[in-house]
């Protein structure tokens, strides 16, 4: 992973790190357990019917079922979300980060809710750790330039 994390950050072609980005979430994918992973698949069937209950719960057995899996955490973080339970959210990204500090894809999730709940210093500070991990990330650039002038003030 550390290869793959090295060349994302160094890659020059969006279309490049845009791949190494997708062999990475690949690879976090993986949970190392059968059972969680059937579990996953049922909670994103869950989601693509709207049964984001259902999901959650799935969820929850999942991130008991293998507690050291960010991924886990992170695909709990956006049932959460789109339950609109922001807190609980910040929470599972929070505990992702904590498995998996390069999740550059936590941090921007983490920054978009900072930012939904106009906490435009930490959304800030998220986007720019996912930056720094993934520069060539999408429209991650946008968000940074629109807040660091409020956040850091203009320069004169």
């Known amino acids: 992973m550390d290869e793959l994390y090295d060349r994302l950050k ?5 279309a490049e790190a845009k791949g190494i980005s997708k062999l990475i979430e690949r690879r976090l994918d993986r ?3 059968a ?3 059937l579990l996953t698949e049922r909670a994103r069937q869950a989601m693509s019917t709207q049964d984001l209950p259902l999901a959650a719960e799935l969820m929850d057995r999942v991130t008991a079922l293998e507690p050291a899996w960010a991924e886990g955490w992170n695909r709990r973080a956006t049932i959460f979300w789109m339950l609109s339970d922001k807190y609980a959210a910040i929470a599972d990204l929070q505990r992702t980060l904590v498995l998996e500090p390069r999740h550059f894809e936590a941090w921007a999730a983490l920054g978009r809710i900072y930012q ?3 906490d ?5 500070e998220c986007f720019r750790r996912a ?4 520069p060539r990330m999408e429209k991650l650039q946008d968000a940074i330039d629109r807040l660091t002038p409020e ?3 203009r320069e004169l």
Do not use: F, I, Q
């Open 120 to 124: 435009k210093r930490r959304a800030l």
């Open 10 to 14: 160094s890659a020059e072609d969006p």
């Open 151 to 153: 956040v850091d003030g």
């Open 35 to 37: 059972t969680a992973d």
């Open 116 to 118: 939904s709940v106009d």
């Open 31 to 33: 949970s190392g357990s």
């Open 131 to 134: 930056s720094a991990l993934y």
